[in-house]
C-alpha cells in the first residue's frame, strides 16, 4: 500500500494506474476511520483495482463554531485500518491501494475563489442548519474527483443527503464515475456509526440510541398504517425525549427518496431523516420507511 502527500504526485500515480489498465475506485473520507468507511473500500474493491482511499478533515465544510479543530483525528490508526481492511479483500488489493493524505494548502492554495454548488437539492434538512456546508462538500469532492480520476467512487448512506447531493453533482457536471451508495452500517445496539460518536461520554452513548429507536418506531408506525407524517413525528420526539430528555432536536423531516421533496403521506419511497443533539454532540441518522 502506497501514501501519498502531495496533489502532483496523486495526479501522476492515477495517471500510471490508467495506463496501467487499472480501473480506480475512489473512498473520501475525513479520517478517524470505523467499520462504516471500511465496508466502503471493501465495496469499492469489488468494482476497481486501485483503491484510492483519502483522508482530509475539510475546513469548507465546516461552519464557524463547528468542531474543526476538536474533530478527532488518528493518522497512523487510519492507515492500519486501510490497510487490513484491504488485506482482507487479498493481498494485490493492498499491494495496489493508496492513502492519499491531503493537505490544506494544496487543496486551498492562497487565492482560492472558485466553488461547486448544487442548488436546489442543499436547501433543506442539513442545508437548512448548515448553509454553508454542501459548498465546502461538492468543491472538495470534485477537486479529488479530478486529481483521482475515479471510475468509481463510494459513499455512505448514512450521509443520505450528501449522497444525493453529489449524485446530482456528478451527473450534472458529467463525470464519468459510477457513484455508489453502500448502506448505512451501525453498532449492534442499532447506532449509527460515526467519528462523531467519539465525542460521547457512557452515559451519551446510551442515550444516543434515541436516534435508532425513533427512526424504527417511525418505520413500525408505517407498517402498522399510520401514513401520516405530523403523526409519526410527534410519536417521534416523544421516543427521543423519553430517551434522553436532554436531547436537542434539530429536524426531523420525512422525504422522497430520490428528490427529497417533504412527503406529508407515507409513500413507498419515503425516507425520514432526524439530527438530534445529544449532549451536544450532532447526530445524524436516516431509514427508509417502506
Request: proline share 4%; net charge positive.
Amino acid at each position: 500500500m502506497k501514501i501519498i502527500r502531495s496533489l502532483k504526485s496523486m495526479q501522476a500515480h492515477s495517471r500510471q494506474a490508467v495506463a496501467a489498465g487499472h480501473r480506480i475506485g475512489l473512498v473520501p473520507t475525513m479520517g478517524y476511520l470505523h467499520e462504516g468507511h471500511l465496508s466502503l473500500i471493501r465495496r469499492a474493491a469489488k468494482a476497481a483495482d486501485v483503491i484510492v482511499t483519502t483522508i482530509f478533515v475539510n475546513p469548507t465544510q465546516f461552519a464557524p463554531g463547528e468542531d474543526l479543530e476538536k474533530y478527532p483525528r488518528d493518522e497512523k490508526r487510519d492507515v492500519r485500518r486501510i490497510k487490513a481492511a484491504l488485506q482482507s479483500v487479498s493481498d494485490e488489493t493492498e499491494s495496489l491501494g493508496v492513502v492519499y493524505i491531503a493537505r490544506a494548502e494544496e487543496m486551498y492554495p492562497d487565492g482560492f475563489q472558485t466553488w461547486v454548488e448544487v442548488t436546489g437539492l442543499t436547501q433543506s434538512l442539513e442545508g437548512s442548519k448548515r448553509p454553508t456546508h454542501f459548498r465546502g462538500v461538492t468543491t472538495i469532492v470534485t477537486k479529488l474527483f479530478n486529481i483521482i480520476r475515479p471510475d468509481v467512487a463510494v459513499f455512505g448512506q448514512k450521509d443520505y443527503q450528501q449522497a444525493a447531493v453529489l449524485k446530482q453533482m456528478t451527473r450534472d457536471l458529467g463525470f464519468p464515475i459510477k457513484l455508489v451508495v453502500a448502506p448505512t452500517v451501525r453498532e449492534r445496539d442499532g447506532l449509527a456509526m460515526s467519528s462523531r460518536n467519539a465525542y460521547l461520554d457512557e452515559q451519551g452513548r446510551r442515550e444516543a440510541l434515541c436516534l435508532f429507536r425513533a427512526l424504527t418506531t417511525a418505520r413500525e408506525l408505517v407498517r402498522s398504517g399510520v401514513l401520516a407524517s405530523n403523526d409519526i413525528q410527534r410519536e417521534m420526539r416523544a421516543v427521543i425525549k423519553a430517551t434522553c430528555p436532554t436531547a436537542v432536536i434539530d429536524y426531523i423531516a420525512f422525504t422522497d427518496f430520490d428528490s427529497l421533496n417533504p412527503v406529508k403521506e407515507i409513500a413507498g419511497n419515503t425516507v425520514c431523516s432526524l439530527a438530534v443533539h445529544i449532549h451536544r454532540v450532532r447526530l445524524i441518522d436516516n431509514m427508509k420507511l417502506r
